[in-house]
C-alpha cells in the first residue's frame, strides 16, 4: 500500500531495517477500489488499506492476513482468507523468542491510540499463548 508523508518515510525506515519486508503494488487497483471507494461503490464495506492487503493477499495466493479492523477482519474471513491480529502476532513472536514482552508492546501502542483492544480479548489472546 503506498501512503504519504511522514507515514511514508517511517514505513521505509521499518523497511530497510527488516529485509523480509518489502513494498508492494497491487496489480488490480479496481479490485481494491470496490471493496473501499464509496463513489465507486456505495456500499463500500471497509477502509482502504484494509482492501489492499486482502487484495495483493488474493493477488499473490496468501492466504493469511494481518488485519486489526473488525470490518476489515469480516471481509477477509468471507473472502476464505485466515486473518491475525497484531496483539496475536506480537504474542506468537514472544512465544517463539522473536520480542521479549508482547504485553508491554500492546501496551504502548494501545496508549499511543494505534490499537484498540478490549482487555478481555487481551487476556485471551495471552492465555492462548501461556502468558496469563
Given at each position: 500500500?503506498?501512503?504519504?508523508?511522514?507515514?511514508?518515510?517511517r514505513?521505509?525506515?521499518?523497511?530497510?531495517?527488516?529485509?523480509?519486508?518489502?513494498?508492494?503494488d497491487?496489480e488490480?487497483?479496481?479490485?481494491?477500489?470496490?471493496?473501499?471507494?464509496?463513489?465507486r461503490?456505495?456500499?463500500?464495506?471497509i477502509?482502504?488499506?484494509?482492501?489492499?492487503?486482502?487484495?495483493?493477499a488474493r493477488?499473490?495466493?496468501?492466504?493469511?492476513?494481518?488485519?486489526?479492523?473488525?470490518?476489515?477482519?469480516?471481509?477477509?474471513?468471507?473472502?476464505?482468507?485466515?486473518?491475525?491480529?497484531?496483539?496475536?502476532?506480537?504474542?506468537?513472536?514472544?512465544a517463539?523468542?522473536i520480542?521479549?514482552?508482547a504485553r508491554?508492546?500492546?501496551?504502548?501502542?494501545?496508549?499511543?491510540?494505534?490499537?484498540?483492544?478490549?482487555d478481555?480479548?487481551?487476556?485471551?489472546?495471552?492465555?492462548?499463548?501461556?502468558?496469563?
Open positions: 500500500m503506498r501512503r504519504k508523508g511522514r507515514i511514508k518515510h514505513l521505509q525506515e521499518i523497511i530497510q531495517r527488516h529485509p523480509i519486508l518489502e513494498i508492494c497491487l488490480s487497483e479496481y479490485d481494491a477500489q470496490l471493496l473501499y471507494d464509496h463513489y461503490n456505495p456500499r463500500a464495506p477502509h482502504r488499506g484494509e482492501a489492499e492487503v486482502i487484495i495483493q493477488e499473490r495466493r496468501i492466504s493469511e492476513v494481518l488485519i486489526d479492523d473488525p470490518k476489515g477482519r469480516k471481509k477477509a474471513d468471507e473472502l476464505n482468507l485466515i486473518v491475525r491480529g497484531t496483539a496475536g502476532l506480537l504474542a506468537e513472536f514472544e517463539i523468542g520480542v521479549e514482552d508491554s508492546i500492546i501496551e504502548m501502542l494501545r496508549k499511543a491510540g494505534k490499537l484498540r483492544l478490549k478481555s480479548l487481551l487476556k485471551e489472546i495471552l492465555k492462548n499463548f501461556g502468558k496469563d
